[in-house]
């Protein structure tokens, strides 16, 4: 059966305190959209809707930066999840198939509850996700007739006796994609808030005849985030459970509760990571990779046998070669470094390329910027680099060859060449003893 996904994404996120939409606060080093649309990737869908409103425009440009194929659909008003539903009708027309709905801000649903969603399927027209609350509170409650469900009601319209029950609403709803366009159609806002609430399909799909039902998942996937600090929990609810994950899988990590990692980052078993080691979205360690402490890594690979820190930092497109390596306070951005390469000590490499063998010394700089362009900086297999060599790119030094340190190359080095390019050194004997005497000397008739 195909599926079609449609993510509710619209909303301003008042609670949040911020300028900034709900859905763009960031877990795990993404949007919280973007976790809501790979959950939903779990199902193979055919189509993806994302229906958005308060800061569309911004909303939109993210959601493109993950999926580039979402259908993009705006709710001029926020006038209730049903509203917002029909909003995505429209992207809908020709599709067969069941519709799935889910919400940009509810990060943590599996594939398992997804998938199990979906198998419902075959023995109710709607299916609606629910979860037993510890603390029911503001939460809609489904009432069930043993494994049918007969209807929802939201927590400020239910009775006492409504109250009490603690299977609560998710908000994730499943139907074939016609019947949900046809439900959500005659939905009304005769309630307290005045709004379209889409928990009114299941009421309008008995009445039509239909079936529901629902499917339960721990209250924990459900979470959904509407103030900063659910927003905290929630980063260290996804934290603690991807470092245990990481632990299990054979990664080596003597101090899990000091290291952050992102929503899609990959460690090989059997790969090292020190204490206070944080990861940006885009990385993968190899299985046999070290990452010493207090290193940042974003948009990178390290390879097996490559060791990465203490205190360095990997920027997108650094690609590390096996048993290279990366020394404190090293900087490498775009820049490819062979297999076996070296770069130990307080460097700068950008724009590069790092042949297999290379070692370049303390201070190296690969000067990539001119103010306008970057430019591109090789260094051949074998190379060698001396200490504080500042390399203006675009420039070639070739395989086997040396610079001498504290130069500055502007030109090509050939292979097997070496190059100097300092200032020859004048020495003035006793000159910075009669300099300083001269220097104290003001200083005391000054005093």
Known sequence: MAVALIVLAAGKGTRMASDLPKVLHRLAGAPLVWHGLRAGAALAPELRVVVVGHGGTEVAAAVREFDPDAVIVRQSETLGTA???????????????????????????????????????????????????????????????????????????????????????????????????????????????????????VGLAAARGLTATAVRCAEAETL?????????????????????????????????????????????????????????????????????????????????????????????????????????????????????????HLSYVGDAEVGAGANLGAGTVTCNYDGVSKHRTEIGAGAFIGSATMLVAPVRVGAGAMTGSGSVITEEVPDGALALARARQLTKPGLAARLMARLRAGRTGRA
């Open 224 to 344: 959904g985030i509407n103030t900063p600090a659910e927003l905290a929990a929630a980063e260290a609810a996804f934290q603690t459970r991807a470092r245990a994950d990481a632990v299990a899988r054979g990664v080596s990590m003597p101090g899990p509760e000091t290291v952050f990692l992102a929503y899609d980052t990959e460690i090989g078993g059997g790969a090292s990571v020190d204490p206070h080691v944080v990861f940006g979205p885009g990385v993968t360690v190899e299985t046999g990779a070290v990452i010493r402490a207090f290193s940042h890594l974003e948009g990178c690979h390290v390879s097996r046998g490559a060791t990465v820190g203490p205190f360095a930092r990997l920027r997108p497109g650094a690609e590390l070669a096996e048993d290279s390596r990366v020394g404190n306070f090293v900087e490498i951005k775009n820049a490819t470094l062979g297999e076996g390469a070296k770069v130990n």
């Open 83 to 201: 509203h917002a539903v029909a909003q995505a009708v429209p992207a809908l027309a020709g599709f067969a198939g069941d519709a799935v709905v889910l919400y940009g801000d509810t990060p943590f649903l599996s594939e398992e509850t997804l998938g199990a969603l979906l198998a419902a399927r075959a023995r109710a027209d709607v299916v609606v996700l629910g979860f037993e609350a510890a603390d029911p509170g503001g939460y809609g409650r489904l009432v069930m007739d043993g494994d049918r469900l007969a209807r929802i009601v939201e927590a400020k319209d239910a009775t006492d006796a409504e109250r009490a029950i603690t299977l609560c609403n998710s908000g994730v709803v499943c139907a074939d994609a016609g019947v949900l366009a046809e439900l959500v159609a005659a939905v009304g806002c005769d309630n307290a808030a005045g709004e379209y609430y889409l928990t009114d399909i």
